[in-house]
């Protein structure tokens, strides 16, 4: 790539970057009410997303033997338990991989 095909594109990211943050600004300015399928969407997709993260996580989980499930299935119980005890993305996060990788490797 030459330098000037390396700074067109560089432009190009850029700009359609800066459009796509500024389009929801413009489309919805501070004083006009937000519609209503929107204010929808923005209570139901987060969950809707969650449970998708969750299945995608869990898809290949099989019952065979304990090691197959038990990581996967105690990391998201030890995930769920922190958020409602801690409220802590951090901790949540963290202390999930963590519990599922030192589990994968002991069962």
Known sequence: M??????????????????????????????KETPNFLQYLGRVLPYAIMGMLVVYCLRDTGFAGLG????????????V???????????SLIGGTALYMVLIRLI
């Open 2 to 31: 030459t330098t000037a095909q390396a700074l067109m594109t560089l432009g190009t990211v850029a700009a359609v970057t800066l459009a796509l943050r500024a389009w929801p600004f413009l489309l919805f300015p501070e004083n």
């Open 68 to 79: 197959d499930w038990l990581p996967g299935l105690a990391s998201v119980a030890f995930v």
């Open 81 to 91: 338990v922190a958020h409602r005890l801690w409220h802590s993305l951090p901790i």
